[in-house]
């Protein structure tokens, strides 16, 4: 009888090839948990939506406080001008130093009013002849009261055209001389503790003095303000 010999492909490597697959075969992970992304996504929106509502209420409330109070603007007036030097040259050179007393009236009953620092521009016929810091100040509920001193300064500012020849003729047989004033400030309104947030307003003035010919007070023919946003 023949004896019978096996090739070592037979039994090495092919039942240890058949091992390897068994053992090299890829596991399969255990599927993770699943992360609270979804709950907690929920609990922004919830958050998002509760402030939205707080919100909402919020400007009703404002917005029903501010029609039954019925707030009114604040009315502004120049009540005094006082020239150190307005000097007009020959070749259309202005240079000037003013001061502006302003009276502020308070008609509301609730509101008052809290305005910011500002700067005053002080214009002849289109020409910003002088310009200074405007003070912040606080305006009380039902009160009248007269602002800081505004002083205003230019130096050589030249006038061309009409504004030059207006000015020259004004001054030359006395007549009144019309100046505009602009502020550019911010304010905010109070009702007991609670205060609006800063909102941007201009001031505008019409004023009309007369002839500036020497330092001192000048008489304030007109004068007429609008506070606008």
């Known amino acids: 009888m023949e004896n019978r010999q096996y090739s070592s492909y037979n039994n090495g ?5 058949y091992k390897a697959s068994i053992y ?4 399969q992970q255990p599927e993770s948990p699943q992360s609270p992304r979804r709950r907690r996504c929920g609990c922004c ?20 406080v501010y029609f039954l109070m019925k707030p009114k603007a604040p009315k502004y007036s120049v009540q005094e001008v006082t020239v150190t030097t307005f000097n007009h040259t020959s070749d259309n050179r202005i240079t000037s130093d003013l001061k502006f007393l302003i009276q502020a009236e308070n008609r509301n009953k609730h509101f008052k009013f809290s305005f910011g620092e500002g700067n005053l521009i002080v214009s002849y016929e289109g020409f910003d002849i002088a310009q200074g810091p405007f003070p912040a100040f606080d305006q009380p509920h039902r ?7 505004v002083r205003a300064q230019g130096h050589s500012i030249i006038l061309h055209g009409a ?9 030359s047989t006395k007549s009144d001389v019309l100046l ?6 911010h304010i905010r309104v109070k009702v007991g503790s609670l205060k609006s947030w800063k909102q941007k307003v201009k001031l505008s003035c019409q004023v009309s003095i007369s002839t500036p010919s020497k330092p001192g007070k000048v008489k304030v023919t007109s004068s007429t303000c609008k506070l606008k946003n």
Do not use: F
Request: hydrophobic letters at 50%; aromatic letters at 4%; one cysteine or more.
């Open 180 to 185: 505009k004033l602009k502020v550019k400030t």
């Open 143 to 149: 009160s009248t009261i007269e602002l800081p001193v």
């Open 24 to 27: 090299n075969y890829p596991l």
């Open 163 to 171: 504004a030059a020849s207006d000015l020259k003729k004004e001054l």
């Open 13 to 17: 490597t092919q039942s240890n090839g």
């Open 45 to 64: 929106a919830c958050c998002c939506w509760i402030l939205l509502a707080i919100v909402i209420l919020l400007c009703i409330g404002a917005a029903l």
